[in-house]
């Protein structure tokens, strides 16, 4: 895949558009477990999502720590970016880290909406999940 992989400076710059990521988790009892999540990436910078962490990743991603990420287009030309790296867990801010993400997805009415009956609901409770990734995967076929 070597003419179509993607340059470091293109990877980046498509991991940091707007995507729905897969999050994939490693599960000891079965198959890893793959599921949607919003994401946010900076280029040169970590990448982080929000998680209850209480959910079924929340409990995974605590106790192994890693995880890989795809990011892909569903038209033509097709790309994806898919990183692995190891989680860092921390406490999430509702205007630092909730509001943002809402609205980076959801515009700023939506995003706003969301947080609010987030909020509302109880054991909304999130926390960020983040990592520097460690390894890239990546292919471009408007390169082919």
């Known amino acids: 895949m070597g003419t179509l ?17 897969v ?16 994401y946010v990436y900076e280029p040169g910078g970590e990448l982080w999502f929000l998680i209850s962490p209480d959910s079924v990743k929340g409990r995974l991603l605590q106790k192994s720590m890693r995880f890989s990420l795809c ?5 033509l030309p097709y790309k994806y ?14 205007e630092l880290h909730s509001r943002p993400i809402a609205r980076r997805y959801l515009g700023e009415k939506g995003g706003d909406s969301y947080v609010e009956r987030e909020a509302r609901e109880e054991g909304a ?19 082919s």
């Not at 992989?5 to 990521?21: D, I, K, P, Y």
């Not at 999050?23 to 919003?38: A, F, N, Q, Y």
């Not at 990011?71 to 038209?75: F, G, K, L, R």
């Open 5 to 21: 992989a993607m340059t470091q400076s293109e990877r980046e710059q498509f991991l940091s558009e707007l995507h729905v990521g």
């Open 23 to 38: 999050l994939g988790i490693e599960r000891p009892d079965g198959p890893p477990l793959t599921v949607p999540v919003w």
């Open 71 to 75: 990011a892909q287009t569903e038209s």
């Open 81 to 94: 970016v898919s990183i692995e790296g190891t989680a860092t867990i921390s406490p999430a801010d509702k």
């Open 125 to 143: 409770e999130s926390v960020r999940v983040s990592t520097t990734p460690e390894r890239w995967f990546t292919v471009d076929y408007s390169k």
